[in-house]
């Protein structure tokens, strides 16, 4: 039943691009039908179903016993946006996006620029200021909570060096979410170093000896030619840094479980104290709604807005 | 001919494995807790070991489950055919919630059976706090109290008298001194919530009493918007106002804290029945305080409120056990809780016992004042934040320590946890 293209080309004369479709669709049939299920099948299982049963569940109250059964409109919704936490939460994830793009990615992209050059001990330097970014979030976490301790850590030993004894800055809620950040910055910046020697690695060093040639300094290099050719990694660089400051959790929970009073909050983590803890399946379904919708927004009007020509 | 020479090999074949997977079948009873002492594990698998011996057809299997992923996981696992036998519970909103979706076993006719045999081998106390709906939901395993323990040395050089904290008065008082004298007086478990949540729990049951409480529970009338609440949470910020706990107390786990109170960097910490062990495994330097530098005192009275001095807040565990349940982990768990069990498990110092005339199996002193403490018991309630159910729960250990810090007013606290309870019901 299935010919081989070339057989119906001699048997059946038919103009060349007729063929041509008509072949090329049977050569693909096959291969659609073996390996398109399969992943339909796990992407539909894993990830278009939940996202519809929570979509459902959100409508519910129910603690996730048998079936949900206890319709209650858009109550989960209304309660979450009149909860101070979520609304901390949702400031968090904002300035965690700012820190990045006013912090991060300077310090990034001005170590990248200092390192792409030929000098000594350069890969060495790559090497150490990347090490963070391959630890794992928890571990990191852990290992922060330590530092910050007061009685035993590095930070606590500083202060009282300073004539600050009692410097517990993951307890006070003024000062927890800036230690946060801090260790953020760290865990990350190595990340986008990364990124940004790629990216100079593949500026056109002509350009650079044409801007020499005509008397510009580094400075004018740096802003005329090697910034605007690094624009679509930066541009890169910032969509990594927004989408990973909304899944931000792992790195949270082992460092401040999102206290002291949620004032290190981020919304994953709301989902989890709030939704999962609490065993509220359908108002941590709401969560999960409206953080799906805040990612699918930002990330597709980020695309479209920036990272059109990309 | 060679059809059923193929069809006869084959019936064989699979006779024999059936027969060999008879012969070697036993059948697996599982226990899923969330305790992580090495010893009490230990003492729990000798008696596992023990009921083997004369079950040789059984295998107990002890499965442990790290707390938060325990109660985050146990809904999906309970509907699933991973569910274990039997599992840990601490009673309460959680264990009602469970009751009431067809996923726990009712062990009313068991209990009751042969003239109600295993039932009366319990206090009666600890066991009505597994039922619901006048049905025996769980089987109870351990009970407790919740009290003051203090540093005897630091009370001593203070010159508080511990026998003298009668009244709420009398306890801002001693903070009071104990700063003076250059000390800390509280170690607190701020970053966990719920070591705060039982001071609240404590003056919410001494202004309230245990009919409003109940009432409060039922969402009645005010509800926790009622007046004895919000005091409570006004007597709540008193305390914190004094500033009584150990420096970054925010960012403490109870861990931490009873570290602090081990290592004499606190003066008193407000714990469970077993907090000589429990200070000692949290030590820096592995003893932590003498059990003779030690004491115990009631959380105070307050004046002109409902509730007495003898009531008693704590804990209340014990086993249920999944939807249509094999006999043999019936047999198990009556086993693992009868009494020379339960007397055994608590001579070694591990838990306050449930069955009957087994107190006096107790032997650590301070363990046992808590188990005459709750034997005279007027009013034993679990804990809040476990009675209340998961939601309400959660939002009872948030406010308390909101209270504590300052940061809500008593009115405020009480608001929110009344509007949770609204959405709840």
């Known amino acids: 039943m299935t010919l081989p293209a070339g057989e119906i080309l001699l048997t059946q004369p038919r103009s060349v691009a007729a063929v041509r479709k008509g072949g090329r669709w049977r050569e693909k049939l096959p291969v659609l039908v073996l390996f398109l299920p399969p992943a339909l099948v796990l992407f539909t299982m894993f990830v278009i179903l939940p996202m519809g049963e929570a979509g459902w569940y959100s409508f519910y109250n129910w603690n996730g016993y048998g079936l949900p059964t206890q319709f209650v409109g858009w109550r989960n919704f209304e309660v979450l946006f009149k909860n101070a936490s979520f609304l901390t939460a949702l400031k968090n994830n904002g300035l965690i996006i700012v820190i990045s793009v006013g912090v991060q990615i300077p310090l990034a992209l001005w170590l990248a620029n200092l390192l792409s050059n030929r000098i000594r001990g350069a890969v060495t330097f790559r090497l150490l200021f990347f090490l963070p970014y391959v630890l794992a979030d928890v571990a990191a976490g852990l290992i922060w909570r330590f530092v910050y301790d007061g009685d035993a850590g590095l930070a606590g030993a500083i202060g009282r060096a300073l004539g600050y004894p009692d410097l517990f800055l993951l307890a006070d809620q003024k000062t927890a979410m800036g230690a946060v950040l801090a260790v953020i910055v760290w865990k990350y910046f190595g990340f986008h170093m990364m990124l940004f020697i790629a990216g100079l690695q593949a500026v056109d060093r002509h350009l650079l000896e044409a801007a020499e040639i005509d008397g510009a300094n580094r400075v004018q290099k740096f802003f005329y030619v090697t910034l605007p050719l690094l624009a679509s990694t930066l541009r890169l660089s910032i969509f990594f840094s927004i989408v990973g400051s909304l899944q931000l959790f792992d790195m949270i929970m082992p460092l401040t479980g999102g206290g002291p009073s949620n004032s290190t909050q981020t919304m994953v983590t709301f989902l989890y104290t709030y939704g999962v803890q609490r065993m509220q399946v359908g108002f941590g379904s709401a969560v999960g709604v409206v953080l799906f919708l805040i990612c699918v927004v930002l990330a597709f009007s980020y695309k479209r807005v920036f990272m059109r020509n990309d | 001919m060679t059809k059923t020479m193929t069809a006869l090999s084959a019936a064989a074949l699979l006779s024999a494995m059936l027969m060999s997977g008879t012969a070697h079948a036993q059948t697996v009873v599982s226990l899923m807790h969330v305790e992580t002492g090495a010893p009490l594990i230990e003492a729990w698998e000798k008696i596992a070991t023990d009921f083997e011996a ?19 996981k146990l809904p999906t696992l309970l509907q699933s055919d991973a569910a274990p036998d039997i599992f840990y519970s601490w009673g309460g909103g959680v264990l009602k919630e469970q009751s009431g979706t067809g996923a726990l076993y009712d062990l009313t006719a068991d209990m009751d059976a042969e003239g109600g045999a295993w039932r009366n081998s319990y206090n009666s106390g600890p066991l009505g706090g597994l039922v619901y709906d006048g049905k025996v939901w769980a089987v109870p395993y351990k009970t407790g109290s919740i009290a003051f323990f203090y540093n005897k040395e630091q009370f001593a050089k ?5 026998d003298s904290i009668k009244s709420w008065d009398d306890l801002l008082g001693a903070v009071s001194t104990l700063k003076n004298a250059g000390l800390t007086p509280l170690a607190c478990g701020g970053g966990d919530k719920w070591p705060l949540h039982f001071y609240w729990s404590y003056l919410v049951m001494r202004n309230a009493g245990q009919d409003a409480f109940n009432a409060a529970k039922a969402n009645e009338g005010d509800g926790f918007n009622g007046a004895p ?5 006004e007597q709540l910020r008193q305390l914190g106002e004094l500033e009584p706990c150990q420096a970054g ?8 804290s009873l570290k602090s109170f081990a290592d004499g960097k606190a003066a008193m910490i407000l714990g469970f029945e077993a907090t000589w062990q429990n200070q000692k495994t949290n030590a820096t330097d592995g003893n932590g305080l003498a059990q003779e530098n030690l004491g115990r005192f009631a959380f105070p009275e307050v004046p002109g409120g409902v509730g007495k001095a003898t009531d008693t807040l704590g804990r209340l565990n014990g086993w249920a056990l999944k939807a249509n349940p094999k006999p043999e982990a019936i047999e198990f768990i009556k086993f693992f809780t009868n009494r020379d069990n339960e007397r055994a498990l608590a001579s070694a110092g591990f838990i306050i016992p449930v069955t009957v005339d087994s107190g006096d199996a107790v032997t650590d002193p301070l363990m046992k004042q808590s188990a005459e403490q709750v034997a005279g018991s007027t009013w034993h309630q679990n804990f809040f934040d476990q009675d209340l159910g998961p939601a309400v729960g959660r939002v009872v250990n948030d406010v308390s320590v909101e209270m504590f810090v300052g940061n809500l007013s008593g009115a405020d606290g009480a608001a929110m946890i009344k509007s949770e309870l609204d959405l709840a019901l």
Not at chain 2, 54 to 72: C, M, R, T
Not at chain 2, 249 to 256: I, K, Q, R, V
């Open chain 2, 229 to 233: 609440f919000v005091k409570a949470g």
């Open chain 2, 158 to 162: 203070a010159g508080v008298n511990a």
């Open chain 2, 249 to 256: 107390y925010l960012g403490a786990t109870w861990p931490d």
């Open chain 2, 54 to 72: 004369s079950h040789p057809d059984v295998d107990v299997q002890i499965q442990f489950l790290e707390n938060e992923a325990f109660k985050a």
